[in-house]
Every structure is written in C-alpha cells, then in structure tokens.
C-alpha cells in the first residue's frame, strides 16, 4: 500500500514562491513515475508537472512551464514541486499522484494515476 502525503501549501501574495512537497510510503518508490495535479473550486483536476522514476525526465502543462519546477530526490522517498511566480488563477488544491506501475511513460490524464495524497491547498491572492 502506496501511502503519499502532501505538505507546504499556504497564503501567498501573487509573485511569490512556495515548495511542495510529496512524501511517500509502502513501496520502491524510486521506480516510480510521480506527478503533481491541482484542482480548483468548480473545474476539472488538471495536470501541473511529471517527473520519471529517476528523475531525469519531465514534463509541464504549458500554463506553468517556466515558473514551476518538478523535482525528485528517492533517498528521501520525495516529490517536489518549487512554485515561482505565482499568479491567482494557480490557487487549487494540489495533489501528488502515482502513475500506475505498467503505464506508458507519461500521462496528463488522472485516470492513469493509481494513488493521490490528499492534497495540499495554494491560495493566492491578487
């Protein structure tokens, strides 16, 4: 049993910066393919960023490409996701995810992801 808990949300400023973090549990999580996904009041979940097992691989929506910053370090069995520049419309829950063990590398889908953590809220105001 995968356990993942989010952490480092809060109540930012517009332009500010915050790090979350994934810790996870159960498992080999360095042969694991992660993922951070937000969801916002009345919308759709929606992917933010991916990050291969190792690391070494990513991807980003294309709303925060260049201002966030996926990253992994698997001693510490932790995702991270380093926010810059935050504007309003990035307030949402974020939520770290696993994507399941067998799945095509990568997917912006959330079916594809097997265990979610329960989430960490951003909030920023204008």
């Known amino acids: 049993q995968v356990q993942l808990v989010e952490s480092g949300g809060g109540l930012v400023q517009a332009g500010d910066s915050l790090r979350l973090s994934c810790a996870a549990s159960g498992g080999t999580f360095s042969s694991y393919h992660m993922a951070w996904f937000r969801q916002a009041p009345g919308k759709d979940r929606e992917f933010v960023a991916a990050i291969t097992s190792g690391g070494a691989g990513t991807r980003y929506a294309d709303s925060v490409k260049g201002r966030f910053t996926i990253s992994r370090e698997n001693a510490k069995n932790t995702v991270y996701l380093q926010m810059n520049g935050l504007k309003p419309e990035d307030t949402a829950l974020y939520y770290c995810?696993?994507?399941?063990?067998?799945?095509?590398?990568?997917?912006?889908?959330?079916?594809?992801?097997?265990?979610w953590g329960q989430g960490t809220q951003v909030t920023v105001s204008s």
């Open positions: 995810a696993r994507l399941r063990p067998g799945s095509s590398w990568y997917s912006r889908q959330p079916s594809s992801y097997d265990y």
